[in-house]
């Protein structure tokens, strides 16, 4: 129940923002914040409960009594759909992240919505609902449903309250995750049909339908379904065009949102059912899973380079980090996977901070132009050192999350492909390139002297340190997420592990 | 004692992290205080684990935390203390004591004094941590910390963009070798299974035949991480425009400590680099290449710190030269000189600025020997030191290089030739820059002098840079690090040739630049004269190289991509659906008449599908 309540606290959170606009214009903003971290208050109360030891227990993939938590109603019997939630340790890192960006996310956007502050607040909480939906839910359908309730508000959000250009972004973002997410249905309702004529009994069910593989060149094809909606999602090259105009347009709270964790509910996607439920297929075609991944990093690096609007630069680079996490699921091994689940958080930390620099110049200066900034450092010394702090991490500086997250990949990624994990390398060198480009091009250089900007206040501080310790700590003492991602990995591992060896794809060495 | 290890690297860092929260708020004096009195504790906390550790001389290790743990992959958080460590840990603390101290006079004026400081503290800290690890992982953090505590001070004065850019390139070139360094450290741990070090000698040395293909692959990988940090060829052109910071950075990072971390890396993976002689050969070549360009390009150059920059590369380049031959203590010991010498050529170099209103040409100085005494005797030992004169700190140290190098059977002789006219070459660009900056008629005349806690420092230095070569390598534990270096020693004759080359470099330094019996104008003034001028003066134009190869290729691909042509492809699956919906809604006209010729037609066709004409 404690799963359900999570998502209803949040909902009706929402519902009650939206109301209180009527009371007073500043009200919802607050309610949003006080009913995020009461929502994290209360999953952290209760997860106190659990022990390093239950959450050392390696799942069982097909027997959900094996998981930390689980949730199961029943809802639509004659299709065999159920309401079913279950929370493992990958799921319990994300709903954390999710609720701790979603404080960000409200505290980012604090002063710079003006318009229906409520609606929007309650859209903000309808989103994050969604994705912790997406992150819990074990029902195909339910899963598809979340999927869908996540992204309405989202395009609310950016279509409402986003800058110039938000009629063009909102739609793109809509059309792009809706096509791929109808791919995704599709291969959902075939594979359920499949599962019916196999067994005889129609489940929406994940752990009835990992019991029962399907085969053949047609499980190919649905694993292409299921691949194409987070490849979308997270977002890989080449259906990643949506996400620089999402972002430039989105406000900051969306960006933060988007990048920080919607693009995580990809990643997530790949890990628990692209490759449980078709790992032949996924690892048949693994090798252009990691062309597509390598193929974003060095894109987005050379594209954030060319941009001069600081939110499409850090965009760009979101698609370059997020080449690391294509990798590191697709390389087949503990180590690499490790570090795509280390790079889904670290990244959401390390962009939505960035992210947020840039809404906080943007309502500063009225502009996302990098050409008409620059020296702000002297204008704005604490914003300027926290925008240093977060460029070095976006270029993988070691003692940082980042750093751990794409090393990790790397060691394990060589181990299989060493020329792929030799190429992402260079992702290295080329995010120093635009990290810095960026620092200077803002924040050094020559300040123009008559500007008087306000620097970072109390609000935006307290923010910001939760997110540069919590990259420090994720930087220096990164066991306990690894523990607690580690036996679901673990399982993943011998799920896939009998379907084959880890195998050289391209071997360096004999 | 011993346990005090990891207070070593605490007290910068908390010193740096307290400067950085108070955001310049604290009084300049306690800046001061806290910046240079965190590195001195850290100093006498080295000398007191140091004199623990010579009563037994037996390694320590020291676990902190458990970094990371998947598998087989667990680096911790831990230190490993041995000679080496205890060598570098000093001249990182001694040295950089003294730095501070210069310091906090030299940047009295500056606003941004607090963050100087802050700076400075955290390099410190990174470079311990670099030499303390005792995991090439934990290596590698303090490896890239110190790449960005460089970025920052070499851009500390970020309101001119040319600093920005100098920082920047310091930063993307060594980079690229932290990459091929981080390669190497994928492969090592691929196939042996670890990144501790000593475990991982112990596996290389089980596992692998001296000669073997990985070993030799693994070794260069490292080396091209150790010729990013140590500005060797090729990636040595971030150094000189590095010079763009203040100049006491230049003495800590870019001369004593930082780029000195190559050497050290080298040195840490002997054992790796033993089983792999190709790699131990391409590491003496680069040096002895490295600093032979180095030297040359140093001698037709008009700033100061420029010059100083490329004698660093060059002295470096020997340092290399000494470990590609297997004079793994040779190269150790010339690492230490040089941090004495360099360290006070740069300190003296930045008095002459300081007092000079930021003068940076030699050619506008001159007749500074009476205006700045104390400047003067500093350059003076710190150059004699540089030369290599006898009985200075830096001939025992490369004294040691030259006649290990003859010994290398085959190349040996070859290389200790080079090595030769690379001292030539140092003698006579050191002393030019003698006696064009303190001889000769005086230009500017200085407005401060030195006080006094520019003075004592650059005072110690001169100390440490004459009488160094005495004390330093004896008291230093290197023995049980290294294998033992052969007994054999090269005739007088060889020994003679190069105790002599410097002194001759001085000689004809002296007749060019001072009593002008030597007039080289002509000479330079001729065709090929000027050609190779201008190709010394501009580093072996490599930046040109590395500007139409990499830089502008990469700036126009960024510029020619940036509007997303991916997008090409959607907007014309757009295009299509808009023509698609433009054609049909032709065929909506709002006549009754067309809709109804349409609708027979289409039932006609209907029924001739169902009768099976068609």
Redesign the interface.
Known sequence: MVLVNLILILLAGGVIAWLAERQHPLLPRWIALITILFDLGYFLTYMSDLSWSQIAIVPNPTDATTWLLHYKAEWIPRFGISFELAMDGLSLLMVILTLVLGAVAVSSSWTDIKQRTGFFEANLLWTLAGVLGVFLALDLFLFFLFWEVMLVPMYLMIAIWGHEGRGYASMKFFIFTQVSGLMMLLAILVLVMLNHSNTGVYSFSYFELLDHKVGGDIAFYLMLGFFVAFLVKLPG??V??WL?DAHTQAPTAGSVILAGILLKTGAYGLIRFVVPLFPNEALAFSPIAMGLGVAGII?GA??A???DDFKRLVAYSSVSHMGFVLLGVFAWN??AL?GAVMQMIAHGFSTAALFMIAGSLQERMHTRDMSKMG?L??NM??MG?VA?FFA?ASLG???LGN??AE??V??GL??VA?WI??VA??G??VA??YS??MM?RA?????DEGRRLPDYGLREMLTMTVMIVGLIWLG????PV?DTA?PVLDSLMQMVGSVAEPTKVAGL?P | MLKLLPLIPLFPLVSSVLL?VT??KMPKRLVAILGAGSVGLSAITTLLVGLAFMETGQPHHQVL???????A?SPD?AFYLDGLTLVMMSVITGVGFLIHLFSTEFMEEDVSYSRYFAYLNMFVFAMLILVMADNL?LL??G???VG?CS??LV?FW????DN??A??KA??VT??G??AM??G???L???LGTLDIQPMAAAANSQWQVGDT?PVLACLLLLGGAVGKSAQLPLHTWLPDAMAGPTPVSALIHAATMVTAGVYLIARTHELFLLAPPAMLAVALVGLITSLMAASTALVQHDIKRILAYSTISQIGYMFLALGVGAWTAGIFHLVTHAFFKALLFLAAGAVIHCLHHEHNIFKMGGLRTRLPVVFWSFLIGSAALAALPLTSGFFSKDMILLQAYELPGAGPWLWAGGLLGALLTAIYSFRLVFVVFFGKTQMEPDKQPGSRMAVPLLLLCILSLVGGFFALPLVPLESVFPSASEHHPSHLIEGISMAIPLIGLAIAYFIYLSGQLNVDNLVNSAPGQMLKKFWFSGWAMDWVYDRLWVRP??G??????G?W??V??NSIVKVCQQLFVGLSHTQTGRLRWYATSMVFGVIVVIALLLGVV
Do not use: C, S
Request: glycine fraction near 8%; proline fraction near 7%; charged fraction near 10%.
């Open positions: 090259f080449p990643h065009t620089p894109y050379v594209l380079l060319g941009q503990a180590l490790q020296g450092w002297q010394p604490r050192a240093m070095l500086l070691p003692g750093f751990v090393f990790m790397l060691v060589f181990a060493p994990a030799a390398a260079l290295l060198i120093a390139i810095l480009m200077q924040f050094q250089g020559k300040p220096l003492y990164p066991q690894l580690q060495m | 950085m955001t310049g935390w458990t970094w990371m743990h998947v598998g992959f958080i992982l590698y953090l490896w890239e910390g960005v970025y920052l851009g970020y309101q001119n963009p920005g850019l920082a920047r930063f993307v980079r690229v932290d990459t981080a390669l450290l994928f492969l741990f691929t196939e990985l990469y700036k691909l960024a510029t020619m991509l940036r997303e991916v997008d492809i959607y």
